[in-house]
């Protein structure tokens, strides 16, 4: 029986960072297992690997550079994230050089995809993140809860967020208070003063820090919709939680969301924009008609973020890779069928 295929994962996520990055690592080394041996690191520094998959272009570039020098004709992999995209792209010259050094991109949605060069396309594809279903029914009588998931940095405008939730009015026509619930560290000092500040001023919002995964998981599937305020995405897994647990979205009208949620999504606000976002709010606690309108569309598009098309793309996305690759360490894959 031929062996599996080493491969590693680099990603300058952590798991007590317990960001994105880090969820995708972990996430793909589980999805790969049943087809390769998987590690997970934060370099690469000349471990033995057939095979190099990089979460980030700009953070994993030295490991990039490293492994391509070391071993040209070996496949790798790079997934781009929303900062790679949007920023760094266009600003440095050395992300530019770690694209070329790839021979296969990732990008998490298909709007993406928009923001690669034709020859970049030729090597890229779509790849988007799955979570597995949690549906609760307990939600909050007395208030109507929002949930904003994500560390509290620009790239994620919690600034907006905070706005648009002293806009709201102390009760909404229901009867119930409205709520944000915000999950997630302040990466920087001036938006955990923000965060302060706004709790202080504002009882309907909330700040709840970090969370542990499964505990913010529980809180998003009951919440009444997602806030996703972000001024850029490679593709929030957020997003896609809430679309699994049958919650509907509110986002800011980015590629990152309009990739995951589809360019006729009705839950959509501009970028930045406190008094947009208040009145969508409060147009989804107040209209049933409008709120049951972006369910059934959320609902729709939940099944393409089961894990089995994720693990199904991913391993095809491996065998491919392998089989282009150095003919001298070219292991034969064994792809199982997605669970």
């Known amino acids: ?37 998987v590690t997970v690191a934060q370099a690469w520094d000349h471990e033995p690997a057939d095979l190099l998959i990089a979460l980030h272009a700009r953070r994993s570039a030295e490991s990039i550079r490293r492994f391509h020098a070391s071993w040209p ?35 998490l949605q298909a709007e993406a995809l928009g923001r690669l060069t034709p020859g970049e396309r030729r090597r890229a594809t779509v790849i988007e993140q799955s979570a597995t279903r949690l549906i609760r029914r307990d939600q909050a009588r007395r208030t109507f809860d929002f949930v904003c998931v994500g560390h509290l940095r620009a790239a994620k405008d919690p600034l907006t967020l905070m706005r648009a939730t002293c806009l709201l009015p102390e009760r909404l026509a229901s009867g ?17 003063a923000a965060a302060e500040r706004t709790r202080a001023e504002c009882g309907r ?39 699994r647990s049958d ?36 147009r989804f ?3 049933p008609t409008f709120a049951a309108h972006l369910t059934a569309q959320c609902r729709a598009r939940a099944p393409r973020f089961a894990p089995a098309v994720e693990a199904a793309r ?20 064994h792809t199982p069928p997605a669970a």
Not at 258 to 282: I, K, N
Not at 315 to 332: C, E, I, K, N
Request: with cysteine; proline share 7%; glycine share 8%.
């Open 1 to 37: 029986m031929p062996r599996k295929p080493q491969v590693c994962i680099v990603t300058p996520g952590t798991p007590e960072a317990n960001n994105g990055n880090w969820h995708t690592a972990a996430r793909w080394q589980r999805l790969l297992a049943p087809c390769a041996q």
């Open 73 to 107: 004709t070996r496949p790798l992999i790079l997934v781009l994230t929303g900062t790679d995209l949007y920023r760094d792209v266009k600003q440095d010259a050395g992300v530019r050089r770690v694209l070329d050094a790839a021979t296969h991109l990732v990008v």
């Open 176 to 192: 119930a208070v409205p709520r944000v619930l915000h999950i997630g560290r302040a990466l920087a000092p001036e938006f955990a």
């Open 205 to 243: 919002y909330r700040w709840l820090g970090p969370l542990p995964a499964a505990a913010a998981r529980r809180t998003l599937a009951r919440a009444r919709a997602l806030i996703q305020p972000s001024v850029m995405e490679g593709g929030a897994l957020a997003v896609i939680e809430a679309l």
């Open 247 to 282: 919650v509907p979205v509110l986002a800011s009208c980015i590629d990152g969301n309009v990739g995951l949620l589809g360019r006729d999504y009705g839950g959509y606000f501009p970028v930045g924009d406190a008094v947009a976002l208040a009145h969508v709010m409060q």
């Open 285 to 287: 606690a107040d209209e």
């Open 314 to 333: 991913l391993r095809a996305l491996l065998s491919a890779a392998l089989s282009t690759g150095d003919a001298v360490m070219r292991p034969a894959v």
